[in-house]
């Protein structure tokens, strides 16, 4: 699933849980955004510099920054830039968990944080500690769904990770096995297109809505 159309998702969901602070998307993020998915990095990071300095506690900054890092080390070979991105998840949980513990986005964008490294060290060969930060992802996308059975982000993300799971090498099954790792790539993209069907059905009616509200000549 493109990432773009993923982010789209989490600014609806955004705006719905605007309410409870703390995970935000204003229009500062989703300039940021915008700008990211374009590859304007430079502006990405001053958009959100901006919303740090207006709005300290909104964690959605955070994750974004993620994001930027996870986009440039998908296309890029830089092992100092992959150094620090390492270095910099633990200050980026530790902000994520200094917020509001009663939104859905408490423990998804930790969970987003955790997959994103794993997919980055898998990416650099760090197979054993991505593997970590995988079951770290999953367990936290396991228990946020049980606290937000509505909230559609987990689905891509569980669904993702089933994906990941079933697509372990055999000559590292029994590795993966020992770890209690386990995953099927057909239940996985199941999952994936259901949850595609779900959110393209709710866009639908709100762009339905949104019609609908709009003045008649």
Same mark, same amino acid.
Do not use: W
């Given at each position: 699933?493109?990432?773009?159309?993923?982010?789209?998702?989490?600014?609806?969901? *955004?705006? #719905?849980?605007?309410?409870?602070?703390?995970?935000? %998307?204003?229009?500062?993020?989703?300039?940021?955004?915008?700008?990211? %998915? &374009?590859?304007?990095?430079?502006?990405?990071?001053?958009?959100?510099? &901006? $919303?740090? @300095?207006?709005?300290?506690?909104? !964690?959605?900054?955070?994750?974004?920054?993620?994001?930027?890092?996870?986009?440039?080390?998908? =296309?890029?070979?830089?092992?100092?830039?992959?150094?620090?991105? +390492?270095?910099? +998840?633990?200050?980026?949980? &530790?902000?994520?968990?200094?917020? &509001?513990?009663?939104?859905?986005?408490?423990?998804?964008? #930790?969970? /987003?944080?955790?997959?994103?490294? !794993?997919?980055?060290?898998?990416?650099?060969?760090?197979?054993?500690?991505?593997?970590?930060?995988? @079951?770290?992802?999953?367990?936290?996308? =396991?228990?946020?769904? $049980?606290?937000?059975?509505?909230?559609?982000?987990?689905?891509?993300?569980?669904?993702?990770? $089933?994906? @990941? %799971?079933?697509?372990?090498?055999?000559?590292? +099954?029994?590795?993966?096995?020992?770890? !209690?790792?386990? *995953?099927?790539? =057909?239940? !996985?993209?199941?999952?994936?297109?259901?949850?595609?069907? #779900?959110?393209?059905? @709710?866009?639908?009616? +709100? *762009?339905? /809505?949104?019609?609908?509200? #709009?003045?008649?000549?």
């Amino acid at each position: 699933m493109h990432c773009k159309y993923f982010i789209s998702l989490l600014f609806f969901f *955004g705006i #719905q849980q605007a309410v409870k602070a703390n995970f935000v %998307f204003n229009p500062s993020s989703t300039a940021a955004y915008r700008a990211m %998915f &374009d590859l304007r990095f430079n502006d990405a990071k001053k958009y959100i510099r &901006d $919303e740090k @300095i207006k709005n300290p506690q909104n !964690g959605i900054p955070v994750l974004l920054d993620n994001y930027i890092d996870y986009l440039y080390l998908l =296309t890029s070979e830089n092992k100092n830039e992959y150094e620090k991105f +390492k270095g910099r +998840k633990s200050d980026r949980i &530790d902000a994520i968990k200094n917020n &509001d513990k009663n939104s859905p986005y408490y423990l998804f964008a #930790q969970a /987003e944080i955790y997959l994103q490294s !794993g997919m980055i060290k898998a990416k650099f060969g760090d197979y054993m500690s991505s593997t970590y930060d995988f @079951i770290k992802a999953k367990n936290l996308l =396991t228990e946020n769904n $049980e606290k937000f059975k509505d909230f559609l982000p987990n689905q891509k993300s569980l669904g993702l990770i $089933e994906v @990941i %799971f079933g697509a372990i090498p055999s000559n590292m +099954k029994e590795i993966a096995n020992f770890l !209690g790792v386990h *995953g099927n790539i =057909t239940t !996985g993209n199941k999952k994936l297109e259901k949850f595609r069907v #779900q959110i393209e059905n @709710i866009l639908d009616e +709100k *762009g339905t /809505e949104n019609a609908k509200a #709009q003045p008649k000549n």
